[in-house]
């Protein structure tokens, strides 16, 4: 088997505590870091909380993990069982929950912005490169023309009916995936849930970081954006409040050793992003920064621009391992 999986999450959180002190003072009494570590869609995900009541903390992050699980068991194509996996396998689904509806609506209409750029419908391609480098036998060139071409020809998200009542595929083949998207928004539904705990000064990551608020000693959050080389380093770093951040690079997934074939896909060749390439994307929700870099990453240059200020981000940083290359603001 050749498909090397990495972290999806590209973006290291650059000492997201750091100059933060394990206990804080809080009208007199100490707050305590309460933390929780874990997976989301398949991603590295994270809590940290400060309270003087660590029940309260533990309360609340239990909460957000019940919200979690409900919201992966909608959107994971790695579980069989998901609403997501129900429609690929049907073709429809009659009565879908509101989130995925919601978000599905969101992933359409960035489609449109993007000219296609984005296509939530990239599922075929996708298992095309996933099935050829898992096989017994794999030919280091990756998948005939004619196979990419067959697949390439079965993605279009015009072909996806959308409604409150029933979910579609307009002709047969097409598959979808949300995972470009479904991070992003589950960390802004989880955030939500701490809020609604009383907690507006924290960081809630399900594999794309959101800060609510400052830090608790009012400082901004810290995030660095990873060097694709070497995610565990920091080419840059951006203090955020209040906002959220998204990485995209090819080298979150790679099919091959070699690095010739990774998980971020043009649409319209079927042809893969360069490994050694990553964009991030700031954006008031982290589903809008989710699925912008995606996006982004995929866009022409002469493009970049117009879609990230129609589709709401803020800014994308793109880098390489010699640093950042470009940066585009809104």
Request: charged letters at 20%; glycine letters at 10%.
């Amino acid at each position: 088997m050749s498909v090397v999986l990495t972290r999806r999450r590209v973006i290291t959180i650059a000492a997201a505590a750091a100059g933060l002190p394990l206990l804080l003072k809080a009208r007199g009494a100490e707050a305590r870091l309460v933390s929780w570590e874990g997976t989301a869609l398949g991603a590295p995900a994270s809590i940290r909380l400060y309270h003087t009541d660590e029940g309260k903390a533990r309360a609340a992050i239990d909460a957000g993990l019940k919200e979690l699980a409900r919201l992966e068991a909608i959107f994971s194509v790695y579980r069989a069982d998901s609403a997501v996996s129900a429609l690929n396998r049907d073709g429809r689904l009659v009565n879908p929950p509101a989130e995925l509806v919601e978000l599905l609506g969101k992933s359409l209409a960035l489609a449109a912005i993007s000219d296609g750029v984005y296509d939530p419908t990239i599922q075929p391609v996708w298992q095309l490169y996933f099935r050829h480098f898992t096989a017994a036998t794999v030919d280091p060139a990756g998948p005939s023309a004619a196979d990419l071409a067959a697949a390439v020809a079965r993605v279009g998200w015009r072909n996806v009916e959308n409604g409150s009542d029933r979910i579609a595929f307009a002709r047969p083949g097409l598959g979808l995936t949300l995972n470009s998207g479904a991070q992003g928004y589950i960390t802004d539904r989880v955030a939500d849930v701490l809020r609604g705990h009383g907690f507006d000064r924290t960081l809630v990551d399900m594999g794309e970081p959101r800060a609510l608020g400052a830090k608790p000693d009012g400082s901004a959050w810290r995030i660095g954006i990873a060097n694709p080389a070497n995610p565990a380093q920091a080419v840059t770093e951006l203090d955020l409040v209040d906002k959220a951040i998204s990485t995209s690079g090819g080298y979150g997934t790679l099919f091959d050793e070699a690095g010739r074939f990774t998980h971020l896909i043009d649409t319209r060749s079927g042809r893969t992003a360069p490994a050694l390439a990553g964009v991030s994307v700031v954006a008031d929700t982290a589903t809008i920064a989710d699925g912008l870099s995606t996006a982004m990453l995929m866009a022409p240059v002469e493009r970049r621009q117009a879609i990230l200020k129609a589709a709401g981000g803020l800014k994308a940083i793109f880098v390489t391992p010699a640093g950042v290359m470009a940066t585009v603001d809104a």
